[in-house]
């Protein structure tokens, strides 16, 4: 999630910036999200992608909030998520 800054800003665009490093998309603060990618298609698939996860996000926190992964889960389901729904 970028810092908060006020939109329109510099400030914003360099917190975006920073926040997304070699990511695809972010949460600004008190803004929304962003994405980039190579052609609009794509970025707004990753947009839509975001929004699938703050839906399933809200869903845990009401649920009781979500089971966060350790470190080491985080790299394995990382590795899997490569070939995941691929087929042979």
């Not at 980039?36 to 996860?53: C, K, P, Q």
Request: proline content about 1%.
């Amino acid at each position: 999630c970028a810092k908060y800054a006020t939109f329109g800003t510099e400030k914003r665009a360099r917190n975006a910036v920073a926040a997304l490093g070699n990511l695809n998309a972010c949460l600004l603060a008190n803004h929304g999200q962003i994405t980039v990618a190579e052609d609009i298609a794509t970025a707004l698939r990753y947009a839509g992608e975001v929004e699938n996860l703050a839906r399933q996000y809200c869903f845990s926190l009401m649920a009781g909030g979500p089971v966060l992964l350790d470190a080491q889960e985080m790299l394995v389901n990382v590795e899997k998520f490569k070939t995941y729904g691929k087929q042979c």
